[in-house]
């Protein structure tokens, strides 16, 4: 069932009579968005321009894409579409599941398997897409209409696939099961840091195809552009290949950014600017920083939003919204019905969730299409998006303000979990994304007590599967852990996050586990092994994009082994921090531990870590250093 | 070395920023080790260890939910009951 109700179009509303002649029905993806036609009539010529007119690629090399990338994002909506589409092109099942699986063995041609690679790279690592990449589909005989083309399809099965995660688009066609070891998926980026530049720039080349000169005073696009923003950005001037593509988007612009009557303009920049960030895309969130000045925000203000919308003092509902946009951008997978009532609750109608999915979406395609097309920011950025170590789940988790900790939780045991429990009646239960559903189970609303569960289960299974390794252990924790919650409920006052006093209790439920068994790891500090004793042996330079050497599955496999094989104390510091994205200060509370304690247990498990890992890693043909 | 996890988690002061990046643009085993750790860390966050399997996380909720349901069944309501 779709998130948001539908209403009933006229046949001949004219994206849908467009749609049906195309592909011979209209696509659930499109129905589920009659609460906004005008934007079903934006979303339905980028289509038709990217997709269905014939330019330099053909038709089944773009659809070979969607599905590849498609299914690369584990979206079984658009493999479905994507599916039956070449099949009607002709191309067998079998053919198809290799695309899926094993592309090299697909009996595509050796330049289709670097279109499909180039199209992966560009939406599972953006940040890795360089000139380099450009040049070798140029060697494979590609022109520069067709490499745009590349691009311009992979922007736009990113912002397909959001928008069928957002809307939970029923699939048209009986769903095709996405093979768990299908094409190595990474989201494109879980985390940001982002550097303040200071007097100098850190300037990027220029863009990577060459661009015609359209003049804006004959090109209207153009001329609407620099009516609107008061000048026509670097990402569409690089498009000139393609002058029908550019009407069209700056259609959706029109169409989707700059109208306010659903959701206002400012929140739109709101998401664009978030989403961006978390994309680590500088370019995007330099430009909307600039846009944001022109509409009267100070650009610290919009930097902190960029930065950390939960630190900028926005309305809980402005909040929600980014929180919103920010999970269905980066763990879209994970997006449910309990994400859009939590958006309704915060008094938002249908039409604005609605445009605020494709308001994410659309972001995602003009993130894709930026770091596919390489181009200059028009503004000097304040910050260079990169290394992505601090997480956007560590934005999403963390707690608000710092200053709270937790209370009445079970007698901790000694060693990991420390002595340190101090009652600060700190943040606000209002502030707690998860503030209403607590308050509800209180008044004995067993439902609401089941909405926590299906919202924390996951991180609670997989804190207590690395605490513990095994799945028996973390099965029965996870359960145990809840009923602990759920019995203490009335006990917690909302001086921390409940998703924090969650974890705590989930911890504790592990260590209880972990002395349950007969050969007890020492859980405790002995002095001797601190960070500082640690020397790192054999530092070899890794390979350039180590994550591209292994399956999906198979990294899976290569950490989760690494990391069962660290000592639990230096084990439990990584997951909490790295796996689970918690801030240092908040994986310091859940373990009761002081922050320079986390800090030290934290350095020697992540050298561990690497040290395990690197066999794995090591670059080839690349000197080795001793320490 | 202390400063390693600061230095990665971009918590350091722009002075020791500086003095580490001066340092690492000189020295080719801390870079190694610095670009090593930073991968590592990349990897880890993206490699979706440990995730919750959906017949599992099934079962977990309805054995959670039927617990919860039989406790507050046998103290009459009262969500503050022990459980089993």
């Not at chain 1, 609303?445 to 690395?466: S, W």
């Not at chain 1, 496999?557 to 801030?583: F, G, H, W």
């Amino acid at each position: 069932m779709p998130f948001l109700p539908q209403v009933e179009l006229s046949e001949t509303f004219r994206p849908f009579a467009f749609l049906r002649e195309h592909f011979g029905f209209i696509p659930n993806l499109f129905r589920a968005q009659t609460l906004l036609p005008r934007v079903i009539e934006a979303e339905a010529r980028i289509v038709d321009t990217v997709l269905l007119r014939e330019g330099a690629l053909s038709r089944r090399q773009k659809e070979c894409l969607l599905l590849a990338i498609s299914a690369a994002h584990r979206n079984t909506y658009c493999v479905t579409a994507h599916w039956e589409m070449l099949r009607a092109l002709g191309m067998a099942d079998r053919q198809l599941r290799q695309i899926i699986g094993d592309r090299r063995r697909a009996g595509l041609s050796r330049a289709d398997v670097a279109l499909l690679d180039f199209g992966l790279k560009l939406t599972q690592h953006p940040t890795g897409v360089s000139r380099v990449d450009i040049d070798g589909l140029r060697r494979h005989g590609f022109s520069d209409e067709a490499i745009l083309e590349v691009v311009l399809v992979s922007a736009l099965t990113d912002f397909v696939c959001t928008l069928s995660e957002g809307l939970d688009a029923v699939p048209d066609f009986q769903p095709k099961r996405i093979p768990s070891t299908s094409t190595a998926i990474h989201r494109p980026a879980r985390g940001k840091t982002a550097h303040r530049i200071g007097g100098h720039t850190h300037a990027t080349p220029a863009p990577y195809l060459p661009a015609v000169d359209l003049s804006p005073d004959a090109f209207a696009p153009f001329a609407f552009l620099r009516e609107q923003f008061g000048f026509i950005p670097n990402i569409f001037r690089a498009q000139t290949l393609r002058p029908d593509v550019l009407e069209a988007e700056a259609d959706v612009i029109r169409t989707v950014l700059l109208t306010s009557d659903v959701l206002t303009r400012v929140r739109k920049e709101y998401i664009l600017l978030v989403v961006s960030a978390a994309n680590l895309n500088t370019y995007c969130v330099a430009v909307h920083c600039e846009m944001l000045r022109a509409l009267g925000m100070p650009e610290d203000e919009s930097d902190q939003i960029a930065m950390d919308h939960r630190q900028a003092g926005l309305s809980h509902a402005d909040s929600a919204l980014l929180d919103f946009a920010l999970k269905l951008s980066q763990r879209p997978t994970e997006v449910g019905r309990g994400d859009i009532d939590g958006l309704r609750n915060h008094g938002f109608t249908d039409q604005q969730i609605l445009e605020s999915i494709v308001m994410t979406g659309l972001t995602g395609f003009l993130n894709t299409l930026q770091m596919g097309l390489g181009t200059v920011p028009d503004f000097e950025p304040t910050r260079i998006f990169g290394v992505r170590t601090r997480s956007v789940a560590g934005i999403l988790e963390s707690p608000r303000p710092p200053g709270a900790e937790i209370v009445n939780l079970p007698p901790a045991p000694d060693g990991l979990m420390g002595a340190t429990r101090t009652r600060v009646a700190g943040v606000a239960l209002g502030e707690d994304a998860d503030a209403g559903l607590v308050a509800r189970v209180r008044r004995g609303d067993v439902p609401a007590f089941e909405e926590l569960v299906r919202r924390h289960q996951r991180r609670i299974y997989r804190t207590l599967m690395g605490l513990t390794g095994s799945p028996e252990d973390a099965e029965d924790g996870t359960q145990d852990a809840f009923l602990k919650a759920f019995e203490q409920i009335g006990k917690f006052r909302g001086a921390s996050k409940f998703s924090t006093w969650l974890t705590r209790i989930a911890i504790n439920e592990g260590i209880q586990r972990l002395r349950g068994r007969k050969r007890q790891e020492p859980l405790k500090d002995d002095g001797r092994d601190d960070a500082k004793a640690y020397r790192p042996r054999h530092v070899r330079a890794w390979d350039d994009n180590p994550e591209q050497l292994y399956s999906q599955a198979e990294m899976r496999e290569l950490v989760e082994r690494a990391l069962l094989k660290l000592p639990t104390m230096y084990r439990v510091a990584v997951i909490l921090r790295d796996l689970e994205q918690l801030s240092t200060e908040e994986a310091a509370k859940a373990l009761s531990v002081g922050i320079a304690a986390l800090k030290s247990r934290l350095l020697r498990g992540r050298l561990m870590l690497r040290e395990a890992l690197a066999p794995h890693f090591v670059g080839r043909g690349k000197g080795t250093a001793r320490v | 070395m202390a400063e390693l996890v600061n230095f990665l988690d971009d918590q350091v002061a722009a002075e020791i920023r500086r003095e580490l990046e001066v340092h690492l643009a000189h020295c080719r085993t801390c870079q190694a080790l610095y670009d090593s750790v930073r991968k590592t860390l990349t990897i880890v966050t993206e490699s979706r260890s440990f995730e919750l399997p959906e017949e599992i996380s099934s079962r977990i909720l309805e054995g959670i939910m039927a617990k919860v349901r039989r406790g507050r069944r046998r103290r009459g309501g009262n969500n503050s009951g022990k459980r089993r």
